[in-house]
């Protein structure tokens, strides 16, 4: 039930006592209606006009950086599947939030963007704290940005914005709101029903089902938008109904089929040759929900196997637009999978051959990743909700971590890093009573540590797993690929003496070194239980 302001008792005061409905009013009215009452934010003097009378039964997610702001704003629209709100201090918030407002980007997050902007009547002097080109500063990473011509156009722009952020394929946007707008006297604006679905052309899905229906030695590869789209039970259905090896998509920051299933294969490496092989042996690639392919290196020869045919689908217009071969339905997954689903049985197929099993990790000293991994898999829940950011361990995670159930794994898109840590306030903000990983390495924590005092402040329980192997690891993992000889150190990722217990009590959490493997267990198990943030660091070669 959509709920509306109280005209009595919400709009401003003014000239002789009568009442205006201003901007802030009419803003307000569409947060409430659309469910944006978390408001994630670092405040700035521009801003300030916009939370004068702030309603109680909205809530202010104070973040200490705005990188942080926008990691946290992620995690929470990706947990809620709807749009965040997030507040930014004009030209220098908004550059402060570009990397994650990047990764926002590439993970297909809905954020609406509200930015300061100094007065209107003195932005023609350039003065201090404008943003000279407020729409132009966010692009390439924003749907849509705009500053409006008028005060009383801001309820308007603010409505399109995020029927916009949550069209697909879902992103952030941006407007650019002057400081004196808000007391500005504007209409009220209904919220309009507007289908955030979009059905593949018939044609096309009925060329990929025959392709399907007719293949020998089927393979489904399935991306982030499989999770994001609630479409993991019919992605399930269709693996199962043609018995077809199930692979995830290269960099995938989701969790879209069950890593222990039977048809699960592993997953796909951001090299062009190594897919190709992997992939050999195939003759028809479904692949759902993700780029075909996203590649990390340059590569040479062909995108599939020789002989193999690839189908797509996808809700990206532009995805489907660059993918080299192939054919490509654009729409909604989950509309896509259950179309697919309907056509008639398939001929029976046997069943491939199964994934290897992982071999197990010791308990040495210091500890390997994999046994860290591998103890966390133990203590954990099914339902519990990791969270990572830790590039060099992704691969051992891969072995050791696997996830199973929807929604329990979140990590970014983009490559960029600073994300994992305030996502995961996010995610907890966002799916209450849950238990959420935090699973970060230590080069990647020092980007958004400031996110440790928001997940104490909210009293979140989080598990902040720092894996601490002195480095940028994933940095030196690569360099041979750009002429480095094994064992050559790389000029800047070499990280000694951080203290991470130390750092999480400066920001009032709790925190501990574990450096006996056989102490792991019960600190895991401790923090997991204890129903607040705690961090434990271990150290890893």
Known sequence: MIETLDLQTSPTACDAGAVTFTVRDAVFDLMRRFNLTSVFANPGSTELPMFRDFPAQFRYVLGLQEATV??????????????????????AGVGNAMG???????????LVIVAGQQARAILPFEPFLCSSQATELPKPYVKWSIEPARAQDVPLAIARAYYIAMMPPRGPVLVSVPVDDWDQPAEPVAPRLVSDAVRPQPSVLDKIGAMLDASERPAIVVGAAVDRDNAWDDIVALAQAHNARVWAA???????????????????????????????????????????????????????????????????????????????????????????LARPAPAPRPLPAPRPCRPAAAPDTPMTTAFVLQTLAEVRGPDDIVVEE??????????????????????????GLGYGMPAAVGVALGKPGKRVVALIGDGSSMYSLQALWSARQHNLPITFLILNNGRYAALQDFA?????????????TELPGLDFPALAAGMGCRGMRIDDPHRLRSALTEALTSGEPVLIEVPVV
């Open 70 to 91: 926008v990691g946290m704003a992620d995690g929470y629209a990706q947990a809620t599947h709807n749009a965040a709100l997030v507040n930014l201090h004009s030209a």
């Open 100 to 110: 994650n407002l990047f990764t926002a980007h590439k993970n297909r997050t809905p």
């Open 250 to 340: 290269p960099m995938s920051g989701r969790c879209s089929f069950p890593e222990d299933h039977r048809l699960f294969a592993g997953f796909l490496p951001a090299m062009r040759e190594k897919i190709v092989s992997l992939l050999a042996g195939h003759d028809v690639i479904l692949v759902a929900g993700a780029p075909a392919f996203a590649y990390h290196v340059e590569g040479a020869g062909p995108h599939i196997p020789e002989g193999a045919a690839l189908c797509q689908l996808t809700e990206d217009p532009d995805t489907a637009a660059w993918t080299p071969v192939g054919t490509t339905a654009v729409g909604s997954l989950r509309l896509s999978l259950r179309d697919l």
């Open 390 to 415: 830790a590039p060099s361990a992704r691969p051992v995670m891969q072995m050791h971590l696997p996830h199973v159930r929807p929604e329990t794994f979140y990590t970014m898109d983009s490559g």
């Open 480 to 492: 041979p690929v750009f002429g480095f000889s094994a064992g050559d150190v790389v000029e800047g």
